[in-house]
């Protein structure tokens, strides 16, 4: 069974700045679907962003993009310019290849993002 | 557009009691899950519906049953609940695989 890893429960930036969500995970496919999903204090489950596995470029939304490691395994989530709206759990989100799977995603455990004033 | 919609919003069961979690969504889905999520974890997949009268148990289906006879419409049934079944229950749809989920807005239940 696949596997997915954020080993930081807990991360935290000024407001403006930089930081960097990480996430592993573990699958023998090759064509597979990585997700961020973002979940503020009022539980709702936001995409924030998609990276196809047989795409090479790093996938980008505004001021959240991703670095997509295939090889080893990884795909970080960079949140650039932190507002105090990103304030959230952060979930990854591993899909495996259409046509296996029915599209059942395996999560993370989450990391949970404060954002100081 | 409601998108997925999950009533309700809260509620307390006694151990021993029963229930059902609605779940409708009005994006002609194929695509229809339900997710547990416990104290500072994951979601867990509960059971997975691939359309109309199709449905599958995921990775945590004891205590749980669900059906699909409608495109629209994916109630989870809790038979006898337990405490172990306190949890925020999530339900979420897609068109196809590999394409954004939806989620519902949550059900948080807890089992006195």
């Known amino acids: 069974a696949q596997t997915v890893t954020q080993s930081q429960p807990e991360m935290s930036v000024q407001e403006a700045e930089t930081v960097t969500l990480s996430c592993t995970y573990d699958?023998?496919?090759?064509?597979?679907?990585l997700f961020w999903y973002k979940q503020p204090p009022s539980r709702q489950m936001i995409l924030v962003i998609r990276?196809?596995?047989?795409?090479?470029q790093n996938a980008t939304e505004n001021r959240f993009s991703v670095n997509f490691q295939k090889a080893a395994k990884s795909f970080s989530l960079k949140i650039s310019d932190s507002q105090l709206g990103d304030a959230a759990m952060y979930f990854c989100a591993y899909h495996p290849p259409r046509g296996t799977s029915y599209g059942k995603l395996t999560f993370g455990q989450g990391t949970i993002l404060t954002v100081h004033p | 557009n409601a998108g997925v919609t999950q009533t309700p919003k809260f509620r307390i069961l006694k151990i021993g009691q029963s229930m059902t979690l609605q779940c409708a969504q009005d994006?002609?889905?194929?695509?229809m899950y339900w997710y547990r999520q416990d104290p500072g974890m994951g979601l867990k997949l509960i059971y997975y519906s691939v359309g109309a009268g199709i449905t599958d148990k995921g990775e945590v289906p004891n205590g749980y049953n669900v059906s699909r006879s409608t495109t629209e419409d994916f109630p989870l049934r809790l038979e006898l609940a337990a405490p172990s079944q306190t949890s925020v229950y999530f339900c979420?749809?897609?068109?196809?695989?590999?394409?954004?989920?939806?989620f519902g807005q949550g059900t948080r239940l807890t089992v006195v």
């Open positions: 994006m002609n889905h194929n695509y």
């Open positions: 990276q196809e596995a047989y795409k090479q």
């Open positions: 979420a749809s897609r068109m196809g695989q590999g394409t954004e989920a939806f």
């Open positions: 699958t023998s496919e090759s064509d597979y679907y």
